[in-house]
Nanobody
Framework: VQLVESGGGSVQTGGSLRLACTISGYGSSTYCVGWFRQAPGKDREGVAAIDSDGTPGYARSVKDRFSISHDVAKRTLSLQMSNIESEDTATYYC?????????????????WGQGTQVTVS
């Protein structure tokens, strides 16, 4: 299984950015996929997650600003980031796991991408 993130970059406060994660090699129709982030000197934080039925979950810090979605046919996970704040600066990772006990930003994931950097100025 391979996850490849894209779409990171520099953005101004209040701006928008869309991250994408391409998923390959995963054969099951049930899954939990999510976005995490890690800022320098901070712990990794779950941002958003969505299950194979399309039910999303968000961290309080991004709720009403970020939107997670997935395109099953294209095997792509996206994160639409709006009204971006300086605190959103971090490396963003997508993650995937088997859907077992729910799907949320606190789910423990075992398959990870290598990350894409988002810098807010």
């Amino acid at each position: 299984v391979q996850l490849v993130e894209s779409g990171g970059g520099s953005v101004q406060t209040g701006g928008s950015l869309r991250l994408a994660c391409t998923i390959s090699g995963y054969g099951s129709s049930t899954y939990c996929v999510g976005w995490f982030r890690q800022a320098p000197g901070k712990d990794r934080e779950g941002v958003a997650a969505i299950d194979s039925d399309g039910t999303p979950g968000y961290a309080r810090s991004v709720k009403d600003r970020f939107s997670i979605s997935h395109d099953v046919a294209k095997r792509t996970l996206s994160l639409q980031m709006s009204n971006i704040e300086s605190e959103d600066t971090a490396t963003y990772y997508c993650a995937l796991d088997v859907l077992e006990r729910g799907c949320s930003p606190t789910t423990v994931f075992h398959i990870w991408g290598q990350g894409t950097q988002v810098t807010v100025s």
